[in-house]
Structure formats: C-alpha cells, structure tokens
C-alpha cells in the first residue's frame, strides 16, 4: 500500500544543513497500523509531510500502491491520502458552516457546478453529527470559527471518514485538545481506523497510545528509525522498556517524561 | 433631486457589478487584486470599439467584453500561481499591461458613443412606458439577476471550493483540490465581471476613457466595506445584497459630494482622495475597537 525507499531529507539553516530524515524505509501492507515515536526533531512530522506531498524529499522513492508519487502535488495524492494534524484550525474552513465544510470533504473526485448541499445531504450531515454526541447537529449552519478546538478536530475526523482515504496520517492529533476531547477524538479516530480498515500512520507523544494502538511501532531520533517492534514484539512492549530504549538513546525530552507519568 | 437619485442609483447598480468582483477577489479568494483598474477599462474598450468602428449589437459586446477581462484574469492569476509572482504586484503588472492593451484596444485615448445605439438608447426606447424610470428599472435587472447568479454558483461544488480557497486554502488541498487552478479561477470570474461593469458603464455614459479604471479596486472596496459594516452576516445571498447597497450608498454620497460639496470647497478632483481616505478609516476601525474591547478585558 505505502512505500518508502532510503527517504532522505536535508534542510538548509543559514550556513549548515540539517539532515531531517537520513534515510528512511518503510513498507506498509494494506490495514497496517504503524505508530511513531520520538522526540522533538526526530523528524516524525517531516516524514509525514514527505508522505502526504507538501514537502520533497531531497532524495528517495514514495510508492503508493506501486505507482511513484514521490513528485506528485499533494493534491493529487489526496484522492488515497487523508491527514489530520495537530492543529485543531487546520483541517476545517472557519468562515464556512458546519455543512458547507461536510460538504467539502464528501466529494473528492469530481466537484462540478451541481448544488453541494441538497436535502438528502442535509439529513445524512444529521445523522452524522448525531454520531458525534456533541450536539452539532443542530449547529449545521454555524461557522465553524464558533466551534471549540475539541468540536473542530471531531468535524476533522468525520470529514476525513467522508473522503474515505485508503492512507491515514494522523500528525499528533490529539495533542492540542483538553483531555476530555482528546479522549473522544482517539475514540472516534479508532473507530473509523476499524470499520474502514485504513493504512494508518499515527505520529504521537502518548507512549500508552503508542502501545495500545496498531500492529507495529517506530521509534524515531535524529531523522532515522533507530527501533523497529512489529506484532508480538510489540504487544509485549512496556511503557516502562520504552523509556529505558530512550535513555539509551540519550533522549532527554520533558513532554515524553511527562506524558509517561 | 428626484432624478439626482434616479441617476446615483443607475450607476450604484452599474458600478455596483465591478463592486461584486471585487468582493470575489477581497472577500471570498483573499487575493487583494488590483487588475480590475485595468479590467474596467478593457470592458469599456472593448464594447465601445466593436459599438462604433464593427456595428456590433450592444448586448453581445456585453458578454464578449466579460470574456475579455476573465482573460486579463486568468494573467494575474497565472503570474501568481504559476510564476510566484505575490498578490499584489502581479496584479500591479497586468494592469499596467492592460493600459497599453487598451489603448490597442481603442486605437485611442477615449471613444464616444453618442452616435451609435448603446443598451441604454435600444432600452429607452423598448422600455418607455416607464418614462424616466426604464434604464433603472434595466440596470435592476441585470445587476440583480448578475447577483443571484452569483449567489447560486457560490452554492454549488465548484463555488463552495472556490470560497473554501479563500478560507483555507491548505485544507482544500488536502482535499485533493488544485487551488491554483481555483484562484485562477476565481480571478477571471471577478474581473469578468468588473469589465462586464466597464462594458455597461461606457454605454450608459457615452464614452470609455482609457483613464476611467483608475481608483476602480479603492471604489470597489468602498462598496464591499460600506455594506459590509451594515450587513454582517457570511451568508454569501446577504453579503452581496450588501456589496450592492454599499455601492448605492457610495454613489449618492459621490453624487451630493459633486452636487453640493462647492460649498465647503470639495472639488470632483478631491474625489479619489476622499475616498481612499474613507476606505482608509473603514479598513482601521474595526482592528481598532476590537483592540480597544481587549484593552478593556484585560482591565
């Protein structure tokens, strides 16, 4: 489904050259679920961006489903490739109701000079916010700049479940969101990861998160893979061996300490 | 007065048709587009040209100078998308391409229409049961039906998009939309109907100039300004309705400044100063009594 070949990606900062990714592999069958750890400039963001089409590599192959997209814009990979970030404003238009925004996300493919919302629509953006159990459904024609971060990243989710991708980036998702929401997005996220059975890569700082979710785990520093835990390896992962791979790996970084606690 | 009125309100509506393209490139796209002081232009030329030296119908000069400036669109918006030229200057460059454009155009600096037979002379005659009130009656409709076309579009697929590109424009990506292509897009839509205004205007006053752009952005953000701080609504049917009475109200208040403004001094040539000045306070007053509200919440 997902192919990367020796990825590599180099940044110029004033005299130096940052090397962001040093050459990254990765195979990815159809349903995998990879999560990715590491901490700050690990170059886990950098790689989904590589993935998702906003940024070059400055050398490597992406693949997928065995077509070469490694120069595609990103918005043509957008027909396989849905993506949500870390940033609650990012994924929705705000100035644009809640039903205009469904409506954007429902039509990938095709968009002509058809009426976007029609009835029949209107009643199935309903039932979907019903879904939610936030009590947006009866907010359909609010703009989304009313909504809290919390509200925002779920219309996010659901919108990516309406384009129905068949890659999933989730870029810290959650992070940004007060407990309570961040628990409800995970929920929802999970849920569509299973009904759909989408290729998944979930970037994250929750350790537990890292665990509990997918078939394989990354852990990334310095812009390489330095551990690679697939099926049962992973499933006998500790939080506790996590933080010992760390320090072996001489990662100092606070948020990782404190999500552990 | 009464006809002092009538005639603020006829060119409102017309003008009020190039207010609505600005609206499309200020409001929706977020593209600050200056072609349209060019656009404005190349609609007048084009439709007085074919009016006088082809014998064309002045109703296909209509549409044929909307094509011309969605043309002058598509340039602004290529050198932006395409040669990464930013916003503002590509549209600085394609209108002062247009000037000379224009000027091919016309063959000269300005065109009179008196003797040949413009929209506004075949709806005189057509509409003359209604007396003084046929070529108010006619710019209603066709500025109004240009609305709501307007309106229906902005409701369609393809417009939602467009008014997403504005928005956020790295969502619509994600969205597997080519924004580029939408911005172009949207700029031959908006300065379509700027020289679709031009068009309309040289035949309503007789002549095009090929100086009678100039100052069309700043009236045009005039228009989209006043309305908008008496109509606050995002609802694209009402934002409009308000870029056209911003354009009614804009024009009458021209139209006394000429009538009356002697006595305090004011000149027609103090006209674009004014005005400027005006959309000047209405672009500060707002950021500033929102910073004023969170000084005081801070408090």
Known sequence: MLKLESIRKAFRSGQDIVLALGGIDLDMEKGDFVTVIGSNGAGKSTLLNVIAGTILPTAGKVVVKGRNVTTLPAYRRAQWIGRITQDPLAGTAPMMTIAENLALASKRAHRSLRLAITRKRRNEMIDQMLSLGMNLEHRLDDPVSLLSGGERQALTVTMATLARPEILLLDEHTAALDPGNATRVSQLTEEFVKRMGVTTIMVTHNMEHALALGNRLLMMNKGEVVYDFGGQEKEALTVLDLVELFSKQHIVDDELLLETG | ?299
């Open chain 2, 1 to 299: 007065m009464a006809s002092i009125l009538i005639h603020a309100a006829e060119q409102g509506l017309l003008y009020g048709i190039a207010a609505l393209g600005v609206f499309i490139t200020y409001r929706i796209l977020n593209f600050p587009d200056l072609t349209v002081d060019g656009s404005f232009v190349t609609g007048a030329a084009i439709a007085s040209s074919l009016l006088v030296s082809h014998g064309f119908d002045p109703f296909l000069v209509l549409l044929i100078a909307f094509a011309a400036g969605a043309v002058a669109g598509v340039i602004t918006g290529l050198l932006n998308t395409r040669l990464g030229i930013t916003d503002l200057l590509a549209g600085v460059l394609s209108m002062i391409m247009l000037y000379s454009i224009n000027l091919r155009i016309m063959g000269r600096p300005n065109i009179s229409l008196l003797r040949v037979d413009t929209i506004i002379r075949v709806v005189e005659r057509g509409f003359h049961p209604l007396g003084g009130m046929s070529v108010l009656v006619f710019v209603g409709l066709v500025t109004l039906a240009v609305m709501l076309i307007l309106v229906l579009f902005f409701k369609t697929e393809i417009g939602l998009v467009l008014r997403a590109t504005g928005d956020n424009e790295r969502m619509v990506i994600a969205q597997g939309v080519n924004t580029k292509r939408m911005k172009v897009g949207g700029l031959a839509l908006s300065n379509g109907l700027v020289a679709l205004s031009g068009a309309l205007v040289a035949q309503y006053s007789g002549f095009a100039d090929v100086g009678m752009g100039i100052g069309t952005i700043v009236t045009g953000l005039a228009a989209v300004i006043i309305g908008g701080s008496l109509i606050r609504s995002r609802k694209v049917l009402w934002m409009t309705t308000s870029v056209l009475i911003g354009s009614l109200i804009y024009r009458t208040a021209v139209m006394f400044a000429l009538r009356y403004g002697y006595v305090i001094g004011f000149q027609a040539s103090d006209l674009k100063l004014v005005t400027s000045i005006i959309v000047i306070i209405a672009l500060v007053v707002p950021a500033f009594r929102e910073r004023m509200s969170r000084r005081v919440k801070a408090c």
